[in-house]
T-cell receptor, first 111, second 115 residues
């Protein structure tokens, strides 16, 4: 099956700094990607998505970058806040019905 | 409530027992997904419904797992003869559109522990 993985299992950043979370995927046919945030004891929460016909998409304090050539996805969080502490997952699909999630990156924001 | 509701929140089952996990999606949502999340791992796809039709069940790990959504709203995930490897958090998600375009809204999950 498809493989969606993350380079760094844990990322620690200082409050106010920018965070970058990376994700690699293996299915070149994937055409839709989502970043989710999961806090302890809760279900994943949608952050931002991007389609394969784009290479960048911006939201509020977050930016997703997609490099299809190397099958790499990143999530940038500007001015990281303590409330951003969570586990972040990337998810991919090639049919919009079945999503493959990575194993997650834990983001620790130090005050 | 306004979100996806799952019950029970926690379930302890003896090995060999049957369990039923319930998902109440957001009202009017067309799509419904079930995922299994092992400790420290990302969610793994189990099955997808569009209204009452189960369009993809390729992620169900064995024939002990069965899901239904008979009226296109509430869904139940049933696990027969539970085994220790079934211990996980079972997540339900719903979406207002067909498929997972625009992402999906997840419930808090049901934590199943098989002893």
């Amino acid at each position: 099956g498809e493989s969606v993985g993350l380079h760094l299992p844990t990322l620690s950043v200082q409050e106010g700094d920018n965070s970058i979370i990376n994700c690699a995927y293996s299915n070149s046919a994937s055409d839709y990607f989502i970043w989710y945030k999961q806090e302890s004891g809760k279900g994943p929460q949608f952050i931002i998505d991007i389609r394969s016909n784009m290479d960048k998409r911006q939201g509020q304090r977050v930016t997703v970058l997609l490099n299809k050539t190397v099958k790499h996805l990143s999530l940038q969080i500007a001015a990281t806040q303590p409330g951003d502490s969570a586990v972040y997952f990337c998810a991919e699909t090639d049919n919009f019905n079945k999503f493959y999630f990575g194993s997650g990156t834990k983001l620790n924001v130090k005050p | 409530g306004a979100g996806v509701s799952q019950s029970p929140r926690y379930k302890v089952a003896k090995r060999g027992q049957d369990v039923a996990l319930r998902c109440d999606p957001i009202s009017g949502h067309v799509s419904l997904f079930w995922y299994q999340q092992a400790l420290g791992q990302g969610p793994e796809f189990l099955t997808y419904f569009q209204n009452e039709a189960q369009l993809d069940k390729s992620g169900l790990p064995s024939d002990r797992f069965f899901a239904e959504r008979p009226e296109g709203s509430v869904s139940t995930l049933k696990i027969q003869r539970t085994q220790q490897e079934d211990s996980a958090v079972y997540l339900c998600a719903s979406s207002p559109v067909t498929g997972g375009q625009m992402g999906a809204f997840f419930g808090q999950g049901t934590r199943l522990t098989v002893v």
